[in-house]
């Protein structure tokens, strides 16, 4: 399989080149930047070092014909500028901004402030999530992948979303995200100096994220699903930690919690279930999933408030993005989902 990919000199586009490297069926066909056409991808991604001999090129969108499959990785509001016309040729491609990932154009206006350029086009994006939609993922052309902290809580939530076991009115998401999630290009947030060691509400209410998790929660259940997630900055550079408080609406066992989401995400080999009862990793902790595709989610039964947390890590980059990006072209393919991400987290790191 021959296989672009259009923004690579960032952060997401880099970790698609490390995975794509080492896939079994994936040929790198292309990999384009602006800035860095001409030069090697190893000098902008030191880690693919004598790994490839690839060269950036300027990006394009008129697809040779050896080419089966693009990943678009470029910021949202310019991805909707060049798909339209890559769609036309035929190649199956998963874009990994936020332009196709909303059914309702009017939520661009709302959450993105921009009215989006090509409604016509968003009924025919499946949202990439394997884990809710693995049938019309593979039955489609076009994918839309989630945003890293949307797909997070998703996972978590789904399952007890879905039971009717709580408040579906009422969900809190506390997420916190390493500073990757910002992409390469610096700002003064992301200045070194401001941000080492922090731990900062960067976004209490209002954050884009929300309104995908809604759309696809709401789907999953047929109502209505109301959420209020916070977003913090973290001295971490991968990696997620959502904590969802939800509310019971009837009582609950640890064990019933254990069958309901070992039954929902029977066949989803990234989904790991975590709740231990020694040592210290007890929970997830998005230390140990950091470049690998796993999502690891965990419970707990608070019955002093009728509370029930749910906790999930994810690496944004992999799970976040890229890892969640090949999974969906492994299936849009028919391979084997895993292929190309079956490796570990690194420990310690
Ligand atoms: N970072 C994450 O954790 C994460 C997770 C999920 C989804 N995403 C989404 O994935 C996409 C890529 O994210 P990223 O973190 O890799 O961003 P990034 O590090 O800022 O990289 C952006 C890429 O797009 C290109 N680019 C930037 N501005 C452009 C413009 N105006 N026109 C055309 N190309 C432009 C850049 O290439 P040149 O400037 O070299 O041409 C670069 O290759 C974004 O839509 C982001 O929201 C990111």
Not at 228 to 254: D, N, P, Q, W, Y
Request: aromatic letters at 8%.
């Amino acid at each position: 399989m021959k296989v672009g990919i259009i923004g690579a000199s960032g952060y997401v586009g880099g970790e698609l080149l490390r995975i794509l490297i080492g896939h079994p069926n994936a040929q790198l066909s292309f990999a384009t930047s602006r800035r860095y056409a001409g030069e090697y991808v190893y000098r902008i991604h030191p880690n693919l070092r004598g790994l490839t001999t690839l060269q950036f090129e300027d990006h394009k969108i008129s697809i040779q014909e050896d080419c089966d499959f693009v990943f678009v990785a470029l910021p949202h509001g310019e991805s909707v500028k060049i798909i339209p016309q890559l769609a036309q040729t035929g190649v199956k491609i998963v874009d990994l901004s936020a332009d196709f990932r909303l059914k309702n154009p009017e939520d661009y206006n709302r959450w993105y402030g921009y009215t989006h350029l090509h409604p016509d086009l968003l009924p025919k994006f499946v949202y990439g999530v394997p884990e809710l939609h693995h049938d019309q993922i593979k039955n489609s052309q076009l994918v839309a992948c989630p945003g890293c902290m949307a797909v997070t809580a998703i996972l978590a939530l789904a399952p007890v979303v879905q039971s009717g076991l709580i408040e579906n009115a009422h969900i809190v998401v506390d997420a916190k995200i390493g500073s990757s999630g910002a992409g390469e290009k610096p700002t003064i947030a992301t200045h070194h100096a401001e941000r080492a060691g922090v731990v900062r509400p960067y976004k209490p209410a209002g954050h884009r994220h929300t309104v995908e998790i809604e759309q696809e929660l709401s789907l999953l259940t047929g109502n209505s699903v109301r959420i209020s997630l916070s977003a913090h900055a973290v001295g971490m550079v991968r990696g997620i930690l959502c904590t969802c408080h939800t509310f019971l609406s009837k009582g609950i066992e640890i064990q019933d919690l254990w069958k309901m989401f070992r039954k929902f995400y029977s066949s989803s080999p990234f989904i790991r279930l975590i709740r231990d009862v020694k040592g210290i990793h007890k929970f997830p902790d998005p230390k140990f999933v950091i470049g690998s595709n796993f999502c690891d989610i965990g419970f707990e039964i608070d019955n002093h408030a009728e509370r029930l947390v749910l906790l999930s890590a994810s690496d944004n980059l992999m799970k976040g993005a890229a890892g969640s990006a090949v999974q969906c072209m492994n299936i849009m393919f028919g391979l084997d989902e895993t292929s190309g991400l079956r490796s570990p987290a690194i420990h310690p790191v």
